[in-house]
């Protein structure tokens, strides 16, 4: 399966797109900060926050490989 963090920024949706061009939908997981923002795109959507490392663990469970986008902001927006 097919990871891609920050999957609804533009650089996130772009990569989605492409992938579903070569992989079926369900080997690729959107990794995003609120899953409701990418019910869009067509892929399954985990909850995963950068400044919630735990986050990942669930949210990377059967990931074979991983697409980092790095954000934009380092702000953490729950504070």
Same mark, same amino acid.
């Given at each position: 399966?097919?990871?891609?963090?920050? !999957?609804?920024?533009?650089?996130?949706? /772009?990569?989605?797109?492409?992938?579903?061009?070569?992989? #079926? =939908? %369900?080997?690729? $997981? !959107?990794?995003?900060?609120?899953?409701? /923002?990418?019910?869009?795109?067509?892929?399954?959507?985990? #909850? =995963? %926050?950068?400044? $919630?490392?735990?986050?990942?663990?669930?949210?990377?469970?059967?990931?074979?490989?991983?697409?980092?986008?790095?954000?934009?902001?380092?702000?953490?927006?729950?504070?």
């Amino acid at each position: 399966m097919y990871a891609v963090t920050g !999957a609804t920024g533009q650089l996130g949706r /772009k990569v989605v797109k492409s992938l579903l061009t070569r992989v #079926a =939908a %369900d080997e690729i $997981v !959107a990794l995003v900060r609120d899953p409701a /923002k990418a019910e869009d795109l067509g892929v399954p959507a985990r #909850a =995963a %926050d950068y400044f $919630v490392p735990s986050s990942f663990e669930t949210a990377l469970s059967g990931v074979e490989t991983l697409l980092l986008i790095s954000s934009s902001s380092m702000e953490n927006p729950s504070t």
